[in-house]
């Protein structure tokens, strides 16, 4: 079974620059996960969605980060524009469901955002 | 809300021996789970174990086993005759039973293993 795939790896910009994220979860999982994971800190939840719909956002900095995820499958993560401080890993992770009982998660390889 | 806390920031071990890992949180809610994830360098995060709040039995998996102290909100890992494949961040995590299931994680624990 594929893991969950994200690109790019890497990625270096200047600030104030766009960058956008891809993460393609693992095949049948209904419930995908964006996390942020700041050097030295554990990953902090940016934004869930259940299929298609947004299930929370809250931490997500909307005046500068957005999300979508299209027919329930591949997701797209968006900073636009970006600050020093968005220098971090960015992880996707799905899960098979959520909200009936726990399903475990499944996290990529993670993007290495560098923002000078 | 959650909080979970590591108070080592790093911890080594030498090869064969065993360690503990320290984990404490804080929650209002009766049902969650705890897990124990495991980051190596190229930072795949991988799942090590998780315990049930309402199983009073400590999961254990192979050469992983936690000390689950539900009244004291305390979930250790303990790694018996450690590897050098265990050197990695170790993050403590938990997620409420109700609702979204959101992953709350601690800062992590760096454990470097001494061959």
């Known amino acids: 079974e594929a893991g969950v795939a994200q690109s790019p790896r890497y990625k270096i910009i200047e600030k104030r620059q766009s960058v956008a994220f891809w993460c393609n979860p693992i095949?049948?999982?209904?419930?995908l996960y964006w996390y942020q994971q700041i050097l030295g800190q554990g990953p902090k939840l940016l934004i869930q969605?259940?299929?298609?719909?947004?299930?929370?956002d809250s931490q997500l900095p909307k005046d500068r980060f957005s999300a979508e995820r299209l027919k329930g499958v591949d997701s797209t993560l968006k900073i636009q524009p970006a600050k020093l401080e968005d220098s971090a890993v960015y992880l996707c992770?799905?899960?098979?469901?959520?909200?009936?009982?726990?399903?475990?998660?499944?996290f990529g390889p993670g993007t290495r955002l560098t923002v000078l | 809300a959650q909080t979970v806390t590591q108070s080592q920031p790093e911890m080594s071990v030498q090869e064969a021996e065993t360690v503990t890992l320290s984990c404490t949180y804080d929650?209002?809610?009766?049902?969650?789970?705890l897990f124990w994830y495991k980051q190596p360098p190229s930072r795949q995060m991988i799942l090590v174990i998780r315990?049930?709040?309402?199983?009073?039995q400590n999961a254990t998996e192979n050469r992983f086993s936690v000390n689950f102290q539900k009244a004291a909100k305390s979930f250790s890992l303990k790694i018996s005759d450690s590897q050098l494949g265990d050197a990695a961040m170790y993050f403590c995590?938990?997620?409420?039973?109700?609702?979204?299931?959101?992953?709350?994680f601690g800062k992590g624990t760096k454990l470097s293993v001494i061959p």
């Open positions: 992770a799905s899960s098979l469901i959520a909200g009936v009982h726990w399903g475990e998660q499944f």
């Open positions: 095949s049948g999982h209904a419930t």
């Open positions: 969605f259940q299929n298609n719909g947004v299930v929370d």
């Open positions: 929650t209002s809610e009766s049902d969650y789970y």
């Open positions: 315990q049930e709040a309402y199983k009073q």
């Open positions: 995590a938990m997620a409420s039973g109700a609702g979204s299931y959101q992953l709350t």
